[in-house]
């Protein structure tokens, strides 16, 4: 007979009478290693006759999904109702208890137990998947509180700088802007957020590498537009000219006769 014990499938080799408080030894042997285990196991004989019941950490989904499995074994076994309804109610009840039944009379758990694996085995997968979504999901909202805070703790401290100082920032208000609106988005960069959050102020880094970088990338594009312009000419009958005002071309002086 098998049994599930630790989240795994265990055949149930040996178990003991059941001493004055409801104590007996179960005899284990792992499905996945071979190991051999001994385990105090609960009794109880409420069915009418002794079951024992193994430790099975299960979260309230998990149990929940195991019961509704247990339910339809039972059904499908074509026995009387009557027959299995104590024992089907007494495993219920320790399931609720994070408790696993190991010798059921009615039920056949060798030919289910695959079954009530893949159940507990498929849920903890996917509640694993939807804790690292949460995960996930709360760090990117940290990240954009973050950096709403950083963002508006900045255009507080532009508010007390004078006019001048101002015009001189433009690029770097820009920047910070561009960044700050590009983040915000919902599920942008959210892969990010791990590196983000080491600093207390991640807009602040953002803004100076983006300036860092556009600074480089605007000089390559400057020097290409200037030789694009000199070799085409652009300009030149569209514009006033430097001669016209009285200056040659090459900036010398004009001479008079």
Known sequence: MKTIYRHEIYEVIDISPMDEDNICQITLRSDRTGRMETEDAF???????????????????????????????????GQDLRDWADEFQLIVRMLLCGDMVA?????????????AWETIRGDRESMGKEADKTMESGKERKLKERLKANYEAYIQQLGQKPAGELIEMASEIAAA??????????????????????????????????????????????????????????????YPMAAQAGEGAQGQEVVMC
């Open 43 to 77: 009794c109880h004989d409420g069915a009418g006759y002794p079951l024992a019941f193994v430790p099975l950490e299960l979260s309230d989904r998990q149990t929940l999904a195991l019961i509704r499995e247990f339910d339809t074994w039972y059904a499908n076994t």
């Open 103 to 115: 010798n059921p009379r009615y039920l056949e758990l060798d030919e289910v137990i695959g079954p």
């Open 177 to 238: 802007k561009f960044i700050y609106e590009e983040l915000i988005v919902e599920g942008a960069f959210g892969g990010y957020a791990d590196y983000l959050l080491q600093f207390e102020d991640p807009l602040e880094v953002l803004r100076d590498n983006w300036l860092g970088n556009e600074a480089c990338d605007r000089h390559e594009e400057i020097d290409h537009m200037l030789w694009s312009m000199e070799d085409r000419e652009i300009g030149i009958g569209e």
